[in-house]
């Protein structure tokens, strides 16, 4: 799914939805033993008479009539016809996550009774919120905060599309994942179930004696097809949904405030609703209680803005973003909501007593614009109640499908559950998905509801463990980070006031748990049904937890062991300590580029501090007390040294049988000829494992010779191998060929794309600039083609071609500047001013460039092949007063890794890193710059696509600018 800068992340509306019904009218379960209905008194004007609320005495109730019910349809019909004629951008459609529960102010019993959905609990009355906790509210706005942040903070660190399950496998348990990840899948698929109930149910209000059946059913196969074609068929469907449900809030409070002040209506009412008997905190404790339950069940679902973190363009920029804005959207309009129902509409108005499951007359946002005179209101709120069902059925079922997609991804699901359409969609998770939520909403016709209303039970405190679940996943990885040796600077987003925060959050999803049966303790006599019905998730959640544990035999991961994201070092490090730990085999042999030796051991020592490892660098006197004083005694386990010493150090490497040769950035040894790659053939292994993240760079030759130092017996011969793949059919793209060649190198290459490891990296934006030649470099330039002119001009027609690419590496070095050649610098007195920049082109853009990126806070990469070139780039930054850092082949094995710790550093005041093409182009890590400037590119282009993964890799926060 694309977003550009007007987006600002993938549009997930409505929540993940519970509910829990004890008894056959109530969900959420009053904790006031015997609460028994209010009866109307003789002189109320409303009278309950089959279901509906009829209008004897005041005529601001209208009745249903066949106009009426058109006029909603039609409401309906027309937002669907915008919405399938017209193409606008998806855009992040949060705020139709907009809910309403009894907790802020005193109003008592306004909520009194919601449809069966929780889409339904802004814009209707079903059910029974007979309690309040007046200010004490502040503590929801708490827990979905502290949620909202700690999701925000797990999914931008580790984007996935699908569930949080995915981190409770990951920082938990593979069970804990197991089980929580089936228990979002089931409560949401219930929650769709649900929302199907509910659409007949409203549109009964119209048509009474029409079967709700078929509405249902109508209303499935519509956000069935919503989620079948593309993600942004879902994202313009949800933002025309919201649009309706924020247009309706806005326009509410504006009618409230008009109401309360007496410009609509008989009476100004002010703040009269706030001083009657019971308020604020009415029905003290109790009600504290059961409203924070209540009020937890209809945010539940708000953290799952994370799921699709997966599908964003840059989850690192969208997801903090649009969760920082959903919350402050559903805080800023569930309070007015709230506020202006609570003046308006006191606690103990008889209406909020008497609904139906069919009614929407007494719905508290009904009542206020019938107070303000609206006649139609009824029937206005009951079309923005079914596009709100539509919404709340078509985001459940498209947050439904990428759960069970993640299982399936993780092994947790059968295979078949992993196929996507080509449109992205995992058409067998939404069909199963849609054939479950008809299956359930059929079981709601079925005794009375029994079976359906127990369903909803047991899901009902899904939504609370899955909220437990994510932040224990969230304190164990935040342990792990510390305890693994990294800095919370590290982290793109950071949850405010960790861990008390969480610990008070979590003590306080406990008591919403713990609170569901509190009417069973209450009652006489005690209720069992009522208590197994609110406690029969956590025995069910245990038994699937214990039961795949046992099965799979799992275990508790230790913090040092929970896999933070890192790549293809700790892979290789968690086979070097299998291999010691079950086998026994030592030693091994690491090769890497010098610049990656001191990662090598600091991973080492952090992941497997049992392993023994040497470092074998440094000047000749340095090696040798090395070898004598640590390698010749024995006892270590892993030689880990650079390409260089194995040349130098051949006859020590080469008395040992080595367990596993293991190459990082095995491409330096390409070449078959070369000395390195004849030497790692000589020396003694029964293993060999090569790492690189370009085994293909020029010709299939290449890769030949990687895969005849691995198996040399079976790849014996160059010929045979070019004879079994055409190198001109193969790099033309023929689909056969390349086929054919994976399938030959699958059982030899573990292939990890960076994709698999980091879902969404920033993305690398390339800036081709086209430069002029200065004066004195033209002048340069002429000089070298008029000295050779005799080539150019050769009557033979016969080119020298040692001699034309003399000329050509002549004219390539002034291009890159004049001053390269003795001679072409002013002087002596030799100075070092704006003549660097007036004298070449590239310096006169480079100079432009760097002082204005300086001015936007960015760091900068200067790749260049010549180091004469980066001794000019030297005096330039010191001229300018840059602060910068030098790496070159001539560096030593110190001063390169003090030179990359000092950019990499927090805070560090180092602009410009500037480096040799060769030197610095593997192996780095300086993901911590945002541009990368390759002053003169390689001939070979996959030299500089390595030099630009110095910046452009898996920790990367920013988009990376390339400019060539």
Known sequence: MHFDEETEASPLLHNVQQGLIDNEDNIISPLIENVQPTLLDEESPYEIIAGNVSNQDDPTLPCF???????????????????????????????????????????GKVMASLLPSRTFMLFSGRWRFTLNPGPFSIKEHCIISTMANTATELATQYPISGSFSTYGSRFVDEAFGFALGYNYYFAAVTAIASELVAAGIIVQLWLPHFPTIIWSLLGMIIIFVLNAFTVKSYGEAEYWFAMIKVLTVIIFIIVGLLVDIGVLGDVKIGFHNWKIDGAPFYRGIGGIVTSSIASAFAFGGTETVGITAGESENPRRDVPRAMNGTIWRIILFFVGSILIMGLVIPYNDPSLDHNDVKNVAVSPFTLVFVRSGLKPAVHIMNAIILTTILSAGNSAL???????????????????????????????????????????????????QIIYRWLVNITGVMGFIAW???????????RAFIVQGYSLNDLVYKTSFFPVRSIVTSLLICIFILGQGYSAFTTHPFNFSTFLAAYITIPVFLIIFLVYKFVKKTRFVPLREIDLGLGKTLQTISLVGYMKLCRKSVPHLVISPKSTLRNWMNELRRWVPSLNSVCLIGSQDERSRIIQEEIEPGGWDVVVTSYEIVLRESTILKKYNWCYVIIDEAHRIK???????????????????????????NNLHELWALLNFLLPDVFDSADDFNAWFDTQKCLADDKDLVTRLHGILKPFLLRRLKSDVEKKLPPKIETKLYVGLAPLQRQWYTKILMKDIDILNSASGKLDKIRLLNILMQLRKCANHPYIFDGAEPGPPYTTDKHLVDNCGKMIILDKLLIKLKEQGSRILIFSQMTRMLDILEDYCIWRNFEYCRLDGQTSHEDRQASIDAYNSPNSTKFVFM??????GLGINLATADVVVLYDSDWNPQVDLQATDRAHRIGQTKTVNIIN
């Open 915 to 920: 480096l040799s093409t060769r030197a610095g």
């Open 468 to 478: 437990l679940g994510i932040l224990l996943s969230h304190w164990r990885f935040r």
């Open 398 to 448: 498209y947050v439904c499908t990428r759960i069970l997609y993640s299982l399936a991804k993780e092994g947790k699901a059968p295979k078949q559950f992993t196929y996507v359409t080509r449109h992205g969609i995992p058409i067998w998770c939404l069909i199963l998905t849609a054939f479950l939520s008809t299956i359930l909403f059929g079981l709601s016709f079925i005794g009375n």
């Open 65 to 107: 009539t066949f106009r009426s019910c058109t006029l909603g349809i039609l409401f309906t019909c027309i937002v669907a016809f915008i919405n399938q004629f017209f193409s606008f951008r998806t855009m992040p459609i949060f705020l139709g996550m907009i809910v309403v529960q009894l907790l802020s102010y005193p109003m």
């Open 671 to 697: 070449n078959e000829q070369s000395k390195l790659s004849k030497m790692v053939r000589l020396l003694k292994s029964r293993n060999r494992l090569l790492i690189t993240g370009t085994p293909l760079q």
